[in-house]
């Protein structure tokens, strides 16, 4: 079984501010165990958390084991004080402070630095973001110093612009990356970073009447053109579901999200999507961990 390389153990695919206020106070260890088990029971070993702001992944981690899971974490993620991301981790002003919050993710026992450099998607506009994102100059400096700290980067980047910033600085893994052009994925497929499109929370969408269909479909739609188109070029794909995120389960999600994937590249190129995938895979175990 391939492993999940995007998940919040956090959250709980069904109601995020519920999920999120059982940590309050205290880690709830109940539901960590709840997913592990889910994880187990699916013969997933490998998983890889995006963290969050309570300590909630931090905890995780000390309790995979006992389910045999590999699992990473970054603790929390980071970003710029006034922009998205308050909800999976913490922010700084300047980078006297970012320096800071490595060190102290550093600390904490991070596998791998986590930054949030652009808006979240609007399911309910096509080519919408919550926000435009940080400036390239100032993703390109949050990369640089990650990379100065001798860890590995994980970036939540939608946007064409914005993702781009963070190929050319050198990003080891994109996360979502919505929206890109054909040059950007060009420029993807040539570079080193595994990309993880995380379709499973657009496509689980379909159906499900929160948001109008057809705006979902439009942006699945163009994220499976982009894969698609990614993966001809020969770009590193890495699969992660987002597990967490609304209509997500821990475990299924994952299953769900090879589903999206098989159908973006088209199921004749199944064997070779899966030996890529696990390519990528194997580069994520052994590289981004401390
Ligand atoms: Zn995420």
Redo the contacts with the bound molecule.
């Keep these: 079984m391939l492993g999940e390389c ?1 998940a ?1 153990i956090i959250m709980n695919g069904k109601n995020y501010k519920e999920a999120v206020s059982l940590h309050k106070n205290k880690v709830d260890e109940t539901v960590i165990h709840m997913h592990f088990q889910r994880w187990r029971e699916l013969g997933i070993t490998f998983v890889r958390d ?1 963290g969050d702001a309570l300590g909630v992944s931090g905890r995780a981690k000390e309790l995979a084991p006992e389910y045999g899971i590999d699992y990473r974490t970054p603790i929390f993620a980071i970003h710029k004080k006034g922009h998205y991301g308050g909800i ?1 981790g913490h922010a700084f002003t300047d980078w006297g402070e970012y320096e800071g919050l490595i060190q102290r993710a550093k600390r904490e026992g991070a596998d791998f630095i986590k930054i949030m450099i652009s808006g979240i998607m609007s399911f309910d506009a096509f080519g919408v973001l919550s926000e435009e994102g940080v400036s390239g100059e100032e993703i390109r400096e949050m990369i640089h110093i990650v990379h100065e700290e001798g860890m590995k980067v994980m970036a ?1 980047g939608n946007g064409d612009k914005t993702v781009r910033a963070a190929l050319t600085a050198g990003v080891d893994t994109l ?1 979502h990356g919505n929206y890109l052009e054909q040059d950007t994925l060009m420029l993807l497929a040539d570079s080193n970073t595994i990309w993880v499109p ?1 379709l499973a929370p657009t496509g689980n969408l379909l159906g499900c009447g929160r948001f109008p269909d057809e705006q979902v479909k439009q942006i699945l739609d163009r994220q499976m053109e982009a894969v698609d188109y990614a993966f001809a070029k020969g770009a590193r794909l890495g699969l992660g579901s ?1 597990s967490g ?1 609304y209509l997500v389960p821990h475990g299924q999600g994952l299953l769900d999200e090879y589903e999206w994937m098989k159908r973006a590249v088209g199921q004749e190129h199944e064997a070779e999507l899966r030996q890529r995938l696990k390519k990528s895979e194997e580069w994520i175990r052994k590289e981004m961990k401390r």
Aim: proline share 0%.
């Design positions: 995007h919040h995006g999976v939540h996360e995380t987002d995120a």
